[in-house]
Structures are given as C-alpha cells and as structure tokens.
C-alpha cells in the first residue's frame, strides 16, 4: 500500500482535498475549484429510464421503451438535431400531455424537440419545445408540419396506433428523414387487435407489424434472383431494423453492400 492511499484511508477523501487546497493557498497557488455533484434534472438527464420516470411518460413503465431509445439514440446526447415525435398525450384534455417532449429535451440539451397532435398542444411549448396541430392520417397534413421543422433526424410515431395511420405516416415521412437518422414506432401490438384497426390474422399484408416485418426482406434485396425485381425505396434507404417488444426502431441510410450470390450460386448464374 503506497502513503498516498494510507494519508487517504486514515484523513479520509474530504479532509485529503482540503490539505491539498490549503498547500496551494500556502504556495500562492490558486486554490482548484470544487466540482459541484449535479443536482435536480441534471443529475438525471444521462439516464432516459429515470427521466421517464420523473416526468411521468408511460415510456417506462407501461412500456420498456427508455432503455432500447437510451441504446439507439445514446449517439445524439450532445448533437444539434430535430426531434419530431407523432402524439403528445393527454388526448383531448385540456393542459395534458407533453410528458416525453420535455423528457427528451432534458436527455437531449442541444435538440429541437417538435411534436405534433391532432389536439391543440400549444400549452406544451417552450424554450426548445414546438408543437403543432396535425393529422397522421393525412399526408397533406404531415408534409406541412414537416415543411415548417426542415430538417428531420429522429422521427417518433406514438400517435394513434391505428396501423393505416401509422402505414400513412411512414409512406410519408420515411422519405424525409435524412440519412443516419432513426425512424421509430411505439405500440405495434394495434397491429394484433381488430377493434384497433389491426387483425387476427398474422399475415394481413395491411398491418404495421407486416410492414415493418417486409422491411427485414428489403434489407436483403441484393441477395434477390428474381433478375425482374425493382427494389423499393425502403429496399433501397434501410440499413437497419430492431424489433423489440410492441417498439420497432429503423436506421436509415444508403443499402447497397453488394451481393456474393454470382460466386455461391455460380450453377444458377452461368447460363446467364
């Protein structure tokens, strides 16, 4: 055991710092500033699990969201971004909702945080935090709010579930998220329930979940030998699909890897 851990374990780690300070004040030095432990918000704000559990958003509890969000979007903490969420919360009661908004401007100090709802929601805006009054079902209406944000870089569709809307709200604003940016949906278990416009039937081509699922295809386009095939746009701007319970987290960005299947399929491709 060195002297220095010895001094430390018998004055203890407080006193050990204020020797130090007072040697410096001895020897003219400036005395070295304390560092302040965060306190509040602050102390929290690197934690998306703790900070939906303080301003109360069913992301954690209800659901499990927070730590796949913390994991995906970790790579954003201190970057200039917009941040659109689809559905603010509390329906059509007056001064609810708003919850995740301020959560996500509290894990995120240099975002722009914009959401949109078909209610009113302006009582949610401050410094950082912008809403809108938007239809999910309309592409119109979705083009517009988009129109007035500019650039989208994380894009969260927690609005009404209902899988033609969702399937609207992707068909429209996919194309307008940039590349490297995050596509997210909440709540894919609509897709399952008929009195949410979803199915029983696990292979109705008009769910979310189907959707979502045909995107995992895409991903593999290259490796296709149908020569007619025309990729689609998802085939083409997908690189990434993780699915997580009723949570489904998409990455975009340029698909074109390339393809081994002329080497391992040399049978198939010689009579080409």
Known sequence: ????????????????????????????????????????????????????????????????????????????KNEEFNLLEIGIGGYNRPGQGGASLRMWKAFFPKAQIFGMDIQDKSHVDEDRITTFIGDQSDPSSLNAVADKIGDLDVIIDDGSHRP???????????????????????????????????SEDLDDPNTSMAMLKRLTDGLNYEEFVDEHYQPSYTDLNVVGVHFYHNLVIIEKGKNAEGTNKRSALKARYAKK
Not at 8 to 16: F, I, M
Not at 33 to 45: M, Q, R
Request: no cysteine; aromatic share 10%; proline share 6%.
């Open 1 to 76: 055991m060195s002297i220095r851990t010895t001094v430390k374990n018998v004055l203890g780690e407080k006193n050990v710092r204020v020797v130090r300070q007072l040697k410096r004040r001895i020897s003219g030095q400036p005395p070295q500033p304390v560092k302040k432990k965060p306190t509040g918000i602050d102390a929290i704000s690197h934690d998306l699990n703790k900070l939906a559990v303080h301003f109360k958003t069913d992301k954690w509890g209800a659901h499990r969201y927070t730590q796949h969000y913390q994991r995906h979007l970790q790579h954003l």
């Open 164 to 198: 033609p809307h969702v399937l609207t709200t992707f068909a429209t604003l996919f194309p307008r998220l940039k590349d490297g940016g995050i596509y997210v949906v909440e709540d894919t278990q609509s897709s399952y329930w008929p009195e949410w416009m979803g």
